[in-house]
């Protein structure tokens, strides 16, 4: 077989290190297409500036471009069908993968087929001094979240508690969307949307049903209209608070809601039309009332589950998107890794606000890597690091650390990390809190 040329959109070296170590890896070869630091800007998204330089990149290249493929969330996602498109690789249609990122869209044709399993919902214009009165109108009353119909993380998100809440977020919404809003309306330009569609683009904003629960997310794919739902992991939240502890798989949730799960994302996925391709569902499972929430769609893998996938199963699920970006059935394990259980736990700080004064060395990250087998530890601070500069953070908390671990059982794993957390010193000053 002749080596097969994958392009990788914002291909950086963590990446590049995991795609080597795939099934079938020796055949290929990865090449990056726009830099990191442009995907992981979150400040900007010139998307149509960003494809113009990915088509240069790709077109001016001399052998078969085999596959492109990416891993991030907005802009990358939405840009991919599009590349796919021009060079004749496989992708979902732009269609489908609107129907999960247009968040309105999406609940849309969520109803459709699952309607018992969503949030009441509509859609707002921030700009409109009648859409509180409006949401009212549809069935929403306080508390309820808002949130952009494309959004980037967490990004412009609020709870709303009364109208100084409503007044307060609106505000903000309308400063900040059209950073998303005018890259998001690109994509829909090329794409045939319903009229009901069209008319709620990209600088509007969806109320939502306050949900919640326990947080898992579905890892799946499809493949020639077959959806594969393979891992479920636990998403597991700080007490108290809305800030992220850890990512934990395999899922420890009672096997029928699992089970449930994994039919609800094949009736969702089917209906939808997505194809030959990588997505992930974020649910709930409320424990009190036995019952389950949808909350997103995300058309891409969770990156910060590649190494639960590697340590559990033998392989980075990346090899999910390789495989599909080449028109192969996924070549992935299951259970075949080093642990039996494993997770990714997010180090944080409480502060409202601090200037980082010492992080750990270089030496003592290598010590403890060391010490804790297959563990993994990525700083996300420097010294002179202002806490509130991090990007894609929480109000609740700053991670500065992210460590990646597994064990035989989920007392040992929880046990090890413990420990590790007591030995990785960071320093602050200029406190506020």
């Known amino acids: 077989m002749s080596v097969r040329n994958v392009f990788v959109v914002g291909l950086d070296s963590i990446n590049r290190e995991r795609l080597e170590n795939l099934r079938g890896a020796e055949d290929y070869r990865f090449h990056g297409v726009i830099e990191p630091a442009e995907v992981y800007d979150t400040e900007i998204f010139p998307i149509e500036d960003m494809l113009a330089s990915a088509e240069t990149r790709l077109r001016e290249f001399n052998e078969p471009v085999d596959a492109i493929i990416g891993y991030m969330d907005f802009p990358v996602s939405t840009m991919l069908p599009l590349l796919c498109e021009r060079f004749g690789t496989r992708s979902t249609s732009l269609e489908s993968l609107l129907k999960c990122e247009h968040k309105y869209w999406s609940r849309l044709v969520q109803r459709e087929v699952i309607g018992d399993y969503i949030p009441r919902f509509t859609a707002f214009d921030p700009f409109d ?32 508690d009364s109208p100084e809440d409503f007044a307060y977020a609106t505000a903000r919404l309308c400063e900040g969307i059209g950073t998303i809003s005018e890259p ?130 033998g392989v980075s699920h990346q090899q999910v998107t390789v495989d599909l970006a080449l028109g192969q059935v996924p070549d992935m394990p299951s259970r075949q890794g080093r642990f039996k259980v494993a997770g990714t736990f997010f180090y944080r700080v409480f502060f409202v606000d601090a200037t980082v004064s010492r992080v750990p060395s270089a030496e003592e990250i290598e010590a403890l890597q060391q010490a804790y087998p297959g563990a993994r530890i990525s700083v996300q601070v420097e010294v002179g690091t202002r806490l509130s500069s991090l990007p894609e953070q929480d109000s609740y908390s700053y991670a500065l650390a992210y460590a990646w671990m597994g064990a035989d059982d989920d007392a040992a794993l929880e046990e090890n990390y413990a420990r590790l957390a007591e030995e990785l010193h960071f320093e602050f000053e200029d406190i506020v809190g």
């Open 129 to 160: 001094a009648q859409a509180l009165q409006h949401i009212g109108e549809a069935g929403l009353y306080f508390p309820f979240f808002v949130k952009p119909i494309k959004s980037s993380g967490s990004r412009l998100g609020f709870r709303i």
């Open 184 to 313: 998001f309306n690109f994509v829909l330009e090329h794409a045939n949307l319903p009229d009901n569609v069209r008319a709620v683009d990209g600088g509007h904003c969806m109320a939502e049903e306050i949900i919640g629960g326990w947080q898992c997310t579905v890892e799946g794919y499809v493949f020639e209209g077959d959806v594969v739902p393979y891992g479920i992991v636990d998403s597991i939240r700080y007490p108290q608070v809305l800030s992220f502890f850890c990512y934990r798989y395999p899922s420890r949730l009672p096997s029928a809601i699992q089970d449930k799960l994994q039919q609800l994302t094949r009736q969702i996925m089917a209906h939808i039309g997505y194809d030959n391709a990588a997505f992930n569902i974020e649910y709930f499972w409320d424990e009190v009332q036995d019952r389950i929430w949808l909350l997103e769609i995300n058309t891409r893998i969770a990156q910060s589950h590649c190494d639960l996938f590697d340590k559990v199963d």
